[in-house]
């Protein structure tokens, strides 16, 4: 088997799809209220699902986190420490939630955490100080 894409339920499409596109700079080609929504970021696959849509396509009934959650966390890289303190400064001024702003750590990394409009973490991080 191969990994193919990595699914995010969500309950407001069109929220998220503005987030991912407008916000964060994912490549999305379908409509804000789709069903389905595919995001690509440097060759790697995202998809929105809705939760309505998923449970109605399964015939089974979920249960989600809600508000900010540590559930899971999609990791993007810049190119270094001051790319992460802009990346910050952008992404929280465009409504990004900052959850833990740029800092450095012991191992090296300069990193920060925002979430998305419906709580998913979302780590930004450089291992390059120039």
């Known amino acids: 088997m191969k990994l193919d894409g990595f699914g995010i339920m969500v ?4 929220v998220m799809v503005r987030f991912y596109r ?6 999305i080609t379908e409509d804000d209220e789709t069903t389905n929504v595919f995001l690509e970021k440097d060759g790697t696959l995202f998809l929105l699902y809705r939760k309505t ?12 986190c ?5 559930h899971y966390e999609i990791a993007l890289s810049v ?3 001051a790319a992460v303190d ?3 400064a952008d ?17 090296g990394q300069r990193t ?3 979430a998305d409009p419906e709580g998913n973490l979302i780590e930004i991080g450089s291992f390059n100080k120039e």
């Not at 309950?11 to 069109?14: I, N």
């Not at 992404?91 to 191992?107: R, S």
């Open 91 to 107: 992404v929280t001024a465009a409504g990004a939630k900052g959850i833990m702003p740029p800092t450095t750590e012991p191992w």
């Open 11 to 14: 309950d407001d499409m069109g």
């Open 86 to 88: 802009k990346a910050y």
């Open 66 to 70: 809600k508000g900010v959650n540590g």
């Open 22 to 27: 407008d916000v964060l700079g994912f490549g």
């Open 53 to 64: 849509d998923l449970e109605e396509l399964t015939g089974s009934k979920f249960s989600y």
């Open 79 to 81: 190119d270094n420490y």
């Open 112 to 114: 920060c955490y925002i």
